[in-house]
């Protein structure tokens, strides 16, 4: 959004300084993202005076000028068709950059004769297209910059351009008067009164307007009058200018007039060409598609269905809210002309305009929300406009529809500044703020005004008093404290064992993978998943179709890329939901990981080795360690499908508590998912892990026993098919208050055991806690181990 300073000055009385301005500007949120000093590029013309002029002897239309300066009498050569003896002109000497021309004058030889400068057109300067002459200044003194007598005679034309940028909630701000209104409140002047006399029409309206029934969401009212007899032609100055110092480009009144409006007021207008339009009726109406249009910005548009057009009887005429037609265009010979003032929908203005790819500034503004109770008025004060510099006959005003309720208020409650924002501001001071930005106050209610649709609550007045108030006087203060000493801790125990698994996988040397939720049916079927209760009703791919029954699909889908891509060892984990169904308690926090290829690279020692199971076993161990779990656990078998059946254990705590599990990916999985195997993985549940039975910070004291542990070796010849697990469980269980440690360290198998026997050697360590152990006892819970492993295997305790 631009704006030049005078025209701020328009709308607001103030003596504020442009630095002041722009300063608050940006305060208000209203962010200024750049100033254009005109007058910069003008510094260093001056003025001169043309005291004799001949004909160049060889150009006829050039002429060869004594023309007085600061420095001097100087000679110019000039073409101009107006220069001649007696005239103030502004000289540009040697050295002097022109941005018209985008050159730096030297000192040169035309047709043989030297010019030491040249004497400017408004073109070259950048003032105005006017280039049929050069400037003839009606006063000024020789030598005089010409900034300087610009300042004092015509300030517009070198008026500061003032560019600030607008947050779509503002769409007030898109007109200077809205601008104005801010400062206003602000306390950097007042607001001028703009009261908009009423035009009284002298003839009944010849154009009618119809709104169809199914367009009135989209075009809920529709002001128009025509005006005959105008004579259309040049801007006044001031208007050119003003247009001119934004960015836009002059055309003619009655088109400036509409563009001068939807910046000074953020109204978007429309005029039609009266004589072009056929019929007596303009139609608002909804696209059925495939209608087409020559715009004015000499392209045709198709439109689909559902957008909203102005027709008449030949056809669509403007698209509404975006850009008119060029059919009933208004030019030159124009004499009777339609003023339309309406109101579009945002949603349907923007919608359209994305469709048709056209960016206009009349679509710019409908799509953020025009002021809809402003429409009666803005027809009036274009008409007014129009016959003060165009002339012509006014008719009656005609009205299609109403205007959109859109009325609305909120309680202010003074206090809520304080402990929304922290400031303190008086109430007396807050209502005074609240009626400079256009709220009406009953009681303490706080009528939004209809130009502010962003104010939807309570909340967005409190917002307002503290924008205008600075939110730069907001002071910092310290929280009050609640409690003395530590306060509790926010994190939960399961957030705080999150990330103590993730920092300890992090550390065993696995790197960390974020996977979607979402992955593909035969992928979760693999798992157990895949059902109708995880799928989705609308996923985003077909291989994102069902919600993920663990974290290894995930995992072992990451593998295979990198294994594509020629890195063949990998160490991945991650954490976090898994789903066993569509309802909220069938979400589970799982910690997976995969260990895939080779423990390191090749080596002369033979060092690396592929991973095996008990690489997986030894880090989910760790992880529970980390995470809390007690020390003993049992390690026990039948694991779901997707592990190898004789490669795999569950960590339980009794035949019902699994915290997790670990080992070999099953070869038909990995083959399904295109992992070059073999491959390793664990998950865990860190919800199952207990909750330490005292929630303190301080640990335990670490109990250790000064006497003496004394391991004792027993090897049992059992059948081939006995797991050396079941062994160790039951040697654990002869005496859970001495035995400390069970480990298989050997087996043996055939020789004179025969056929179907192994033998397998356990180490059983005993610690004793309050006394020596004697022989006695030692050999009492030796026997206990021995009667134990017996009837769990069936098993004899070899010679």
């Known amino acids: 959004m631009k704006f030049t300073l005078s025209w701020l000055k328009e709308h607001l009385d103030t003596s504020a300084t442009l630095d002041e301005i722009t300063y608050a500007l940006t305060d208000l949120g209203l962010e200024v993202e750049g100033v254009e000093d005109r007058a910069s590029k003008l510094r260093d013309f001056t003025i001169g005076y043309v005291q004799s002029t001949e004909k160049h002897p060889d150009a006829d239309r050039l002429k060869v000028c004594q023309v007085e300066t600061d420095e001097g009498v100087k000679q110019i050569i000039c073409g101009a068709p107006n220069a001649r003896e007696g005239i103030t ?175 000074d007021r953020n109204r978007p207008l429309h005029v039609f060409d009266v004589d072009k339009v056929a019929g007596d009726t303009l139609r608002v109406h909804r696209a059925r598609g495939g209608e087409t249009m020559l715009a004015l910005d000499d392209k045709e548009y198709t439109f689909d269905e559902g957008m909203t057009l102005i027709s008449d009887a030949k056809g669509v005429e403007s698209i509404a809210g975006v850009m008119g037609g060029a059919a009933s265009g208004c030019t030159e010979e124009t004499t009777n002309v339609f003023i339309e003032a309406a109101y579009f929908d945002p949603v349907r203005t923007a919608y359209t305009g994305r469709a048709l790819k056209i960016n206009s500034d009349a679509r710019y503004r409908f799509e953020r929300g025009i002021d809809p109770a402003w429409t009666p008025y803005g027809i009036e004060q274009v008409t007014r406009m ?136 035969a992928s979760a079927k693999l798992f157990g998943g895949g059902d109708d209760s995880t799928r989705l009703e609308n996923p985003i791919s077909s291989d994102m179709s069902h919600m993920r029954p663990a974290l290894l699909p995930g995992l072992l889908q990451a593998a295979a890329r990198n294994q594509a891509r020629g890195f063949n060892d990998l160490a991945l984990f991650e954490v976090g939901p898994a789903f066993q169904g569509g309802e909220p308690g069938e979400q589970h926090l799982l910690l997976s990981g995969l260990l895939v290829g080779r423990t390191g690279p090749k080596d002369v020692q033979g060092a690396s080795r592929a991973v095996d199971v008990f690489d997986v076993k030894a880090d989910a161990e760790a992880l529970l360690a980390a995470m809390g779990a007690p020390a003993r656990v049992q390690i026990l078998r039948d694991a779901a499908s997707w592990w190898h059946p004789g490669r795999h254990g569950k960590i339980c705590l009794g035949p019902k508590k699994v915290l997790g599990v670990f080992g070999e990916i099953h070869p038909l999985v990995l083959s399904a998912m295109d992992v070059k195997g073999p491959a390793m993985g664990f998950t865990l549940w860190p919800q199952e892990v207990p909750l330490p039975r005292k929630s303190g910070a301080t640990r335990a004291a670490l109990q250790i026993s000064d006497l003496q542990a004394v391991e004792r070796d027993f090897a049992f010849v059992v059948n081939a098919e006995v797991e050396a697990l079941t062994l160790v469980n039951a040697a654990l269980g002869a005496d859970k208050s001495l035995i400390e440690d069970v480990h298989v360290f050997d087996e043996f198998i055939g020789g004179s055991l025969g056929e179907g026997k192994k033998s397998l050697a356990l180490t059983v360590r005993l610690q004793p806690v309050d006394q020596t152990l004697k022989d006695q006892d030692i050999e009492a819970v030796s026997a206990k181990v021995v009667d134990k492993v017996t009837k769990a295997t069936g098993g004899v305790l070899r010679a």
Request: proline residues 7%; aromatic residues 6%.
């Open 386 to 521: 129009i016959l003060d510099h165009a002339g012509g006959e006014p008719s009656e005003v005609i009205v299609a529809g109403k205007i959109p309720d859109t009325s609305r208020a909120y309680k202010l409650d003074a206090a809520r500044v304080r402990s929304l924002v922290g400031m303190d501001i008086p109430e007396s001071e807050q209502r005074q703020t609240l009626t400079a930005l256009g709220f009406r106050l009953e009681g303490n209610m706080a009528h939004v005004p209809s130009w502010r649709p962003d104010v939807q609550g309570e909340a967005d007045l409190v917002e307002e008093v503290a924008r205008i108030a600075s939110l730069t006087k907001l002071k910092g203060k310290p929280l009050r404290r609640l409690t003395d000493g530590v306060p509790r801790p926010i994190l939960s125990p399961i957030q705080r064992r999150e990330a103590i698994a993730r920092r300890t996988c992090a550390a065993l040397g696995y790197n960390e993978c974020v996977t979607y939720s979402f992955i593909d049916e």
């Open 89 to 263: 002109v502004v000289v540009a000497k040697p050295g002097v950059y022109v941005p018209g021309l985008d050159t730096t004058i030297g000192v040169g030889k035309i047709r043989g004769i030297e010019s030491f400068g040249m004497m400017a057109s408004e073109r070259e300067m950048e003032l105005s297209d006017e280039h049929d002459g050069i400037i003839e200044l009606p006063s000024g003194e020789v030598g005089q910059r010409f900034v300087d007598w610009l300042a004092e005679h015509d300030p517009a034309k070198v008026d500061p351009v003032i560019e600030i940028a607008i947050t779509p909630n503002r769409p007030d701000a898109l007109g200077v008067r809205g601008i104005a209104r801010d400062l206003a409140a602000r306390g950097l002047g007042k607001l001028k009164p703009r009261d908009v006399q009423g035009v009284e029409g002298t003839f009944p309206c010849p154009i009618s307007v119809t709104i169809e029934a199914d367009t009135l969401a989209q075009c809920p009212v529709f002001y128009g009058r025509v005006i005959r007899g105008v004579k259309n032609g040049p801007s006044p100055e001031w208007l050119q200018d003003a247009l001119r110092a934004i960015g836009l480009r002059p055309i003619s009144f009655l088109v400036d007039v509409t563009n001068f409006f939807t910046y």
